[in-house]
């Protein structure tokens, strides 16, 4: 969910790259390489087509706002909540507002403006205490230094992005 680690780690789509697992189940949006050496892929419904709040890599909290019902594709949190029901483990939150004000309660940083996020606004995730926030730990971020339009698997299905020209820069301009 959310990720294609054949691509990622360079595999060469390949089941044994990924260890050879009895089982690979996926929800994706597009026919990645990952999906395409699945046993089950599970369609994703797209941004525009569900509701809630994701944290952007920047650390902002934004709101996601359907705009029409998706045909066919569940959403993240529909999926997870299904998958929870199933596995008999079941995740109590009933909406992803619910999980938003869960998360809200308990996790440092996210006492994110309610107001701001519901006029359509980026709220930056911050420390309550008043600390900056500690320095990740090396190893702890990966990276596929993949450039803006390359980075997600939206792109690759893009004829106009995939028309932008990108200058490659040394990493000593980075």
């Given amino acids: 969910m959310g990720a294609n680690p054949?691509?990622?780690f360079g595999l060469q789509n390949s089941r044994s790259g990924l260890g050879n697992p009895e089982l690979i189940i996926v929800h994706e949006l597009f026919p990645t390489e990952t999906a395409q050496v699945a046993d089950v892929v599970l369609p994703a419904a797209c941004a525009y087509e569900k509701e809630g709040c994701l944290t952007n890599t920047c650390g902002e909290v934004q709101r996601l706002k359907r705009a029409l019902d998706p045909v066919g594709a569940r959403?993240?949190?529909d999926i997870l909540r299904l998958l929870s029901h199933a596995m008999q483990r079941p995740i109590a939150l009933r909406t992803p507002e619910a999980a938003?004000?869960?998360i809200r309660q308990h996790v440092s940083g996210y006492q994110v403006s309610l107001a701001?996020?519901?006029a359509g606004q980026a709220a930056l995730v911050a420390p309550t205490d008043g600390r900056a926030p500690a320095a990740t730990p090396p190893g702890l971020?990966?990276?596929t230094d993949d450039s803006l339009f390359t980075s997600g698997t939206l792109g690759r299905y893009s004829p106009t992005?995939?028309?932008v020209h990108e200058r490659k820069?040394?990493?000593s301009e980075l």
């Fill in 169 to 171: 820069l040394p990493r």
């Fill in 141 to 143: 971020v990966f990276s």
């Fill in 161 to 163: 992005l995939n028309s």
């Fill in 6 to 8: 054949i691509r990622s």
């Fill in 100 to 102: 938003l004000e869960e």
């Fill in 75 to 77: 959403s993240d949190f």
């Fill in 116 to 118: 701001s996020l519901l």
